[in-house]
């Protein structure tokens, strides 16, 4: 996992001594600064947006970063690479879910405190998924369908839109059965 830590590219792209995100012009030279990053990033990585020593983020800045990043990485600029956020307070959450449901988008998220979630819009059922892979780690379309009573191609379906909305890692591994695709969790 590789962290961008979100105040070091504020001071380093404004020089105007904040530590807020505010403002669509300050998101758009930021969201500028992250992509350029992102793209010198390895295939299959997973990139950290670090808010921990961020004080504000406000709508617009949240939709500039976060929500633009996500939805042009759903939409494959990025390749084979994943997002996700570290380090959110409270308040930074509700700006940048706002930003993120009102494009129907959804991102993990691990708050200041520890705690782990989704932001934005989720199915329950892939929420529902998603928290088995975070709690298991890693887990199978097999695997899955034994463990929550599912046929086999209701687990793969689920499994291959949590994947597509870049929520969760997809590999392959070689077992005794065969190669079989494992989907891992980002965070």
Do not use: W
Not at 44 to 55: C, H, N, Q, R, T
């Amino acid at each position: 996992m590789t962290q961008y830590n979100l105040y070091n590219f504020l001071k380093e792209e404004l020089k105007n001594g904040s530590n807020d995100l505010v403002t669509r012009p300050s998101g758009q030279v930021v969201r500028g600064r992250i992509e350029r990053d992102i793209k010198k990033e390895k295939e299959g990585e997973v990139i950290a947006l670090d808010f921990s020593k961020i004080g504000i983020i406000d709508y617009s800045c949240a939709d500039e970063i976060v929500a633009k990043i996500i939805s042009r990485l759903l939409s494959g600029e990025y390749g084979d690479r994943y997002i996700i956020l570290t380090g959110l307070n409270e308040n930074q959450k509700e700006n940048i879910e706002v930003a993120l449901e009102k494009k129907e988008l959804a991102v993990m998220a691990k708050m200041k405190e520890g705690s782990s979630l989704v932001l934005g819009i989720l199915n329950n059922y892939l929420k529902e998924t998603l928290n088995l892979i975070l709690k298991e780690g890693k887990i199978t379309a097999k695997e899955l369908s034994e463990i929550m009573k599912l046929e086999a191609n209701t687990s793969g379906t689920r499994l291959l839109n949590l994947h597509k909305k870049r929520l969760v890692r997809r590999i392959t591994e070689k077992r005794d059965e065969g190669r079989v695709l494992v989907y891992l969790a980002c965070l």
